[in-house]
């Protein structure tokens, strides 16, 4: 069975804030949603068809990272967070690698697990 998938991407707009300030001679004086992403800080690019559910494009899961949590990483979990994304697809179902692993080394409670946790809903 194939699903359509939809491929996101950080708004140009708002660089992901869901905000935009409003300046006046170069000095914010206030903040409004975004009206290009309508606040969603992210945007549709389009739709791709996969075979599976919960298989995302590289570079979906590469979008959902915290840099400051991948930072934290050892230098052998950033190896593997890389050979995952060098695949291509990463398998987020249960018991798959992509999943165990990117679960593991981020943390249960990271935000880049609560991200990716997103994608599956």
């Known amino acids: 069975m194939t699903t359509l998938k939809r491929i996101l991407i950080i708004c140009r707009s708002c660089k992901g804030s869901k905000t935009q300030g409003i300046y006046k001679n170069g000095i914010l004086i206030d903040t409004i949603d975004c009206p290009v992403c309508e606040a969603l800080g ?3 690019l389009e739709w791709v068809e996969t075979c599976e559910d919960n298989v995302f494009e590289s ?3 590469l979008e959902e990272f915290d840099a400051t949590e991948h930072n934290a990483l050892s230098d052998s979990q950033k ?3 890389l050979l995952i994304l060098a695949c291509g697809l990463v398998d987020l179902n249960e018991g798959k690698v992509g999943r165990v ?3 593991n080394w981020f943390g249960a409670g990271s935000t880049t697990v609560a991200n990716l946790t ?3 809903t």
Request: proline share 0%; charged share 15%; hydrophobic share 60%.
């Open 118 to 120: 997103a994608l599956l």
């Open 101 to 103: 692993r990117l679960w």
């Open 59 to 61: 570079h979906i899961i």
């Open 79 to 81: 190896s593997g967070v």
């Open 42 to 44: 992210k945007m549709s």
